[in-house]
Structures are given as C-alpha cells and as structure tokens.
C-alpha cells in the first residue's frame, strides 16, 4: 500500500485547513486510517483513527476542532482542521493499517502562525 498525503500550508490562528490522503495498491485489504503528527522536538502522536465501520477516535487535545473521514470508493481519508491553534504546528502523516502491519504516508507541514 502506498499513501500519499496533501493539503498542508501555512495558516493563521483560528484558521482551517485539510489534508488529504490517497491510497493505492492493496487498497482492499486496508482496515483502520489514522492521522499522525509531529511537532519538532516532540515524538508522533496520533490525531484521529477511523474504521472501516466508520468508529471514530480523536485525540483530546482536538475534540471539536478536527473531522477525520473516509471515502472508500476513492481510497481517501480526510482531515478537516478549524479553529487551528499554533500548537497544532506540525508534519502530519496518515498511516494505513493492514491486519498487524502499519503504512505511512510521506507527511505533509502544517504552519499555524500566531
């Protein structure tokens, strides 16, 4: 599986943006998508999971800002960001899980400017 993330920029405070990810391959056999992020200095965190059933998990810190969805007929997982805060600076990756195995997507930077 091969995952290609997009969408990142630079944005002001209380802005939004969203990412985008597109996978290719053995794009059947992909069960949970996340998103991922890391800020410099810090280890990856993750930011949102969702399911093939469509179970959604997000991190605390981005409750009630962020939406992660899934459109399997075009192998895509989105992220929409709103209300973005500079503390949500960071690479973003998507990652794609077949049974016990995990598949990254080469990151995309995401500036929030104060």
């Known amino acids: 599986v091969q995952l290609q993330a997009s969408g990142g920029g630079l944005v002001q405070a209380g802005g939004s943006l969203g990412l985008s990810c597109v996978a290719s391959?053995?794009?059947?056999?992909?069960?949970?998508m996340s998103w991922y992020r890391q800020a410099p200095g810090k280890q990856r965190e993750l930011v949102a999971t969702?399911?093939?059933?469509?179970?959604?998990n997000y991190a605390n810190s981005v409750k009630g800002r962020f939406t992660i969805s899934r459109d399997g007929a075009k192998n895509t997982m989105n992220l929409q960001m709103n209300s973005l805060r500079p503390e949500d600076t960071a690479v973003y990756y998507c990652?794609?899980?077949?049974?016990?195995?995990?598949?990254w997507g080469q990151g995309t930077q995401v500036t929030v400017s104060s």
């Open positions: 990652s794609a899980r077949i049974l016990l195995k995990s598949y």
């Open positions: 391959g053995s794009v059947a056999s992909i069960g949970a």
């Open positions: 969702i399911t093939t059933g469509g179970s959604i």
